[in-house]
C-alpha cells in the first residue's frame, strides 16, 4: 500500500504510526517495537515520514533517510495544537504529527549529521561541567564564608581557598569542616581538568572547520560560539532571513498587537537557548570594550540612546543576522568603517 504521509510517534521501545493517503483517508494505525521500525519501513515504497524533533528523532531521521523515505522533522509546538481533544496518548501524538507535516508553512528542522550531533555533545557535556563547577565554587564558598574565609569572586580566584582546605596547619578552618569540604575540592579541581580538556577538543574542532573559522571573524563570536552555531545549522537556508534566524533564537520582541497598534515588548527567549545565551555574552564582551578606542558607530550610536543590556541583546541579533547572511552567501565578515 502507498502512503502520502506516514507520522510516527517515537519513544523508547513502542513506536505508533499513523499513515495516511494521498486523499486524505487513514490507511494505518500500528505499533512497532524499536527493533521491529526499520524493517517496516523498509518494506514500504518510499514516502513522507514526519517525526516530532526531540530525543533521538534526528537519529531515525539518518536511519529513514537511508531507506529512501522523506524525513520531515516537525517541532513540538506546531505539533500540539493538532493534538485533538480528549486524553493524551500515542496514537493522538502520531495523528497530530501526520496532520502537522501537511501544512506547507510550517517550519521544520533540518536532519542534523552525525559528526554535528557529536559536536554538539561536546557543548553540552561542557556546559553540564560548567554548571556542577559553579554549584561546588558557591558551595565551598558558602562554606567558607560561615568562618569567615571569603576570596574575589570568579573560578580563578579559588585557588588561595583550594590551598588552605588542604593546609592542615592552618587554624582558620576546623579540622572536621575541613575533612567536608576536601571532596568538594578535589571535584573541583577535577572538573576544572575535564573543562579543559573538552576545550580543547572544541577549539581542535573549530580550527578544522572553515566555516566556523570564518564565523570566528565577527566581533564577539569565538571558537566556542562559532563551532555551536555550525553545529547547530544543518541547513542555513532553511531560513528565509536572518531576522527569521534571529527570531529563531529569540531574539526579536514579543508582539502583543492589535487593531493596527503594534505593541513590542521583551525578547521571546524561544528557540536554542544556548546560542541566544553565547550570543549575548559575546556582544556584552563587545559592548565592554566600546569606547575604549575606535568604536563602531552603530555601537555608539545604540549606547547613546539604550541601556547597556538593552543594547547586547541588540547586538546580538545583530550578530545572528550577520551570521545568517555570512553562512548562506559563503562570504567572509566585511568589518564596518571605525570612527576614530
Known sequence: MKFSIVGMDIAKHVFQLHGIDVEGQVVLRRQVRRGQVLGVFGKMDPTVV???????????????????????????????PFVRRGHKNDAADAEAICEAARRPDLGRVPVKSRESQSLLMLHRSRELLVKQRTMLINAVRGHLAEFGIVAAQGPGRMGELLRLIGDDGDDRLPAVARQALRPLAGQLVRLGEEIAVLDKAILAAHRACAE????????????????????????????????????????VPRQNSTGGKPRLGRITRQGNVYLRRLLITGAQAVLRWAGKGRTDPWIAALLARRPKKVAAVALANKMARVVWAMLVSGQDYRRPVITA
Open 212 to 251: 566556523s573559522r570564518r564565523l570566528a571573524e565577527v566581533p564577539g563570536i569565538g571558537p566556542l560560539t562559532a563551532s555551536a552555531i555550525v553545529a547547530s545549522l544543518a541547513n542555513p537556508a532553511a531560513f528565509a532571513s536572518g531576522r527569521q534566524f534571529a527570531a529563531w533564537l529569540g531574539l
Open 50 to 80: 514526519a517525526l516530532e524533533a526531540c530525543a533521538t528523532a534526528h537519529h531515525w531521521g539518518r536511519e529513514l533517510t537511508a531507506l529512501g523515505h522523506e524525513v520531515r522533522l516537525i517541532p513540538p509546538q506546531h505539533v500540539k
